[in-house]
């Protein structure tokens, strides 16, 4: 498969391996300097990236800080063989999405897994990347919440598309990506799409319909998005003329790259690509005299001129921590046939069922071999925690290369047995655990003297 330069490395390659947990330099960098980012965010920062936006930064950041760190709290998974009793301990994570590579990228690898083996028919899908001039970018930094109706409209657009190209109506579906985030950090709002090329029928077959005329798409969400502000009254109809005049819209629509039906690499690199954190470890560097972070990029920026940027380090936080989501906040969406509320809808379509994805087949169907047999009744709640389950063991399995669920000992099952949150209590079990020559595994016990 020929690839798109605008697409980094990580698409080449699924990634399979995962980020240690442990202090890493962007907690170090935190750790130092975030206490005087906050005291100056709303002089010096709030009105290019936001008002209100500090508590929800320093909620995020708290616990970014003691991410993977032992001390800050335990689970101890222990083997449920009597006869063995083998146990280890494994530090708590953070959760703190678009912000912690590690919890990000952990995430990634179960999005990308989920709608690999669960989601995409196994048909032809493309990817797409919208883009909206400068002058609109700016409104998604001060209402975090627009991006979502411009993912909507991303989605009903193409289904519009897919509608009248075949006359009848073909159910679609698309996985949109919003992210908010550029090169070097810079904010830069645009949508990424997994899209099935084309749809079903209402004789339930399917239509084949790939888009080949950009340029068309283009001036179509060109026209849509300036309607929706205007609609919206976030730009006056003067402005929305003066942006339909100009030459050089600033709006663009990409759909290079195509993944077919049985490539399973392809299709698992660009989920994992649509999901990707907005900062790698190994783009960065601390350089604590100087206060400053260098953020170097492998391919050369034809907007920066550069492969490498200096930041000073409080603008390196901001420009980093304005890609955090608001509270309980998806950026990533589920449209038609691909969302999760409709999955049912497969079950009422035969071809569909066929064209299911193995994973999905062997969760819904009784007999996955034989895709005609359908199981008559999907029990919606059951299923997600299975799912998640599966999903998860499978996923620990693939990042470790073991299963830590398993004993690595005598192959039983092992179960979290305890969370310890209590300070003197980890510190107690972390002292004994180096005493006896145990230390969990990127845990320095110098570091608690
Ligand atoms: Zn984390
Ligand atoms: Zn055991």
């Known amino acids: 498969m020929q690839l798109n330069t605008q697409i980094d490395q990580t698409l080449t390659e699924p990634l399979s391996s995962y980020i240690p947990r442990g202090q890493n330099v962007l907690q170090t960098v935190f750790k130092v300097h975030f206490d005087n980012f906050r005291e100056v965010y709303d002089e010096k920062y709030s009105k290019t990236y936001g008002k209100y936006r500090i508590d929800r930064i320093t909620e995020v950041v708290e616990e970014f800080i003691k991410c993977g760190d032992y001390k800050e709290g335990l689970a101890r998974i222990?083997?449920?063989?009597?006869?063995?009793?083998?146990?280890?301990?494994?530090?708590?994570?953070?959760?703190?999405?678009?912000?912690?590579?590690?919890?990000?990228?952990?995430?990634?690898?179960?999005?990308?897994?989920?709608?690999?083996?669960?989601?995409?028919?196994?048909?032809?899908?493309?990817?797409?990347?919208?883009?909206?001039?400068?002058?609109?970018?700016?409104?998604?930094?001060?209402?975090?919440?627009?991006?979502?109706?411009?993912?909507?409209?991303i989605f009903q657009m193409l289904q519009s598309y897919y509608d009248n190209v075949s006359a009848n109506f073909i159910q679609t579906g698309a996985i949109i990506a919003y992210e908010s985030a550029g090169d070097f950090l810079r904010w830069n709002a645009h949508w990424h799409g997994l899209v099935l090329e084309g749809g079903f029928d209402e004789e339930g077959g399917f239509v084949y319909l790939p888009i080949s005329d950009t340029k068309r798409m283009t001036e179509l969400f060109r026209r849509l998005v300036i309607k929706y502000f205007q609609e919206k009254k976030l730009i006056t109809e003067r402005f929305a003329r003066n942006l339909l005049s100009w030459k050089n819209s600033g709006f663009s629509v990409d759909n290079s790259i195509r993944i077919y039906g049985n490539d399973h690499k392809a299709r698992e690199a660009l989920a994992q690509y649509i999901a990707k954190p907005p900062v790698?470890?190994?783009?960065?560097?601390?350089?604590?005299?100087?206060?400053?972070?260098?953020?170097?990029?492998?391919?050369?920026?034809?907007?920066?001129?550069?492969?490498?940027?200096?930041?000073?380090?409080?603008?390196?936080?901001?420009?980093?921590?304005?890609?955090?989501?608001?509270?309980?906040?998806?950026?990533?969406?589920?449209?038609?046939?691909?969302?999760?509320?409709?999955?049912?809808?497969?079950?009422?379509?035969?071809?569909?069922?066929?064209?299911?994805?193995?994973?999905?087949?062997?969760?819904?169907?009784?007999?996955?071999?034989?895709?005609?047999?359908?199981?008559?009744?999907?029990?919606?709640?059951?299923?997600?925690?299975?799912?998640?389950?599966?999903?998860?063991?499978?996923?620990?399995?693939?990042?470790?290369?073991?299963?830590?669920?398993?004993?690595?000992?005598?192959?039983?099952?092992?179960?979290?047995?305890?969370?310890?949150?209590?300070?003197?209590?980890?510190?107690?079990?972390?002292?004994?655990?180096?005493?006896?020559?145990?230390?969990?595994?990127?845990?320095?016990?110098?570091?608690?003297?």
Not at 78 to 105: A, E, I, W
Not at 106 to 133: A, D, G, N, Y
Request: proline share 8%; net charge positive.
């Open 78 to 153: 222990k083997c449920t063989s009597p006869d063995c009793g083998h146990d280890y301990f494994v530090p708590l994570s953070c959760k703190g999405f678009y912000l912690c590579p590690s919890c990000h990228q952990k995430r990634t690898l179960l999005f990308s897994e989920q709608i690999t083996q669960e989601v995409l028919l196994m048909l032809p899908h493309r990817q797409w990347v919208f883009c909206i001039p400068k002058c609109l970018r700016v409104f998604f930094k001060h209402d975090r919440m627009l991006f979502s109706d411009i993912s909507r409209l």
């Open 280 to 449: 790698s470890l190994e783009k960065i560097k601390y350089e604590p005299f100087h206060e400053k972070v260098l953020y170097k990029t492998p391919k050369y920026n034809a907007y920066f001129k550069e492969n490498f940027k200096f930041f000073d380090v409080l603008d390196f936080i901001a420009a980093l921590t304005a890609h955090i989501p608001p509270k309980g906040k998806q950026y990533i969406r589920r449209y038609g046939l691909y969302s999760s509320r409709t999955r049912g809808i497969w079950l009422g379509m035969e071809f569909c069922i066929r064209l299911a994805p193995p994973g999905w087949k062997e969760k819904y169907l009784d007999n996955p071999a034989d895709s005609k047999q359908i199981s008559a009744e999907i029990p919606e709640c059951s299923m997600e925690k299975k799912v998640e389950k599966s999903t998860w063991a499978r996923l620990i399995k693939k990042v470790y290369g073991t299963d830590p669920l398993k004993c690595p000992r005598c192959g039983s099952e092992m179960k979290i047995l305890a969370i310890i949150m209590d300070p003197g209590e980890t510190e107690k079990i972390l002292r004994h655990l180096a005493k006896i020559g145990r230390p969990p595994p990127n845990f320095d016990p110098a570091s608690m003297n």
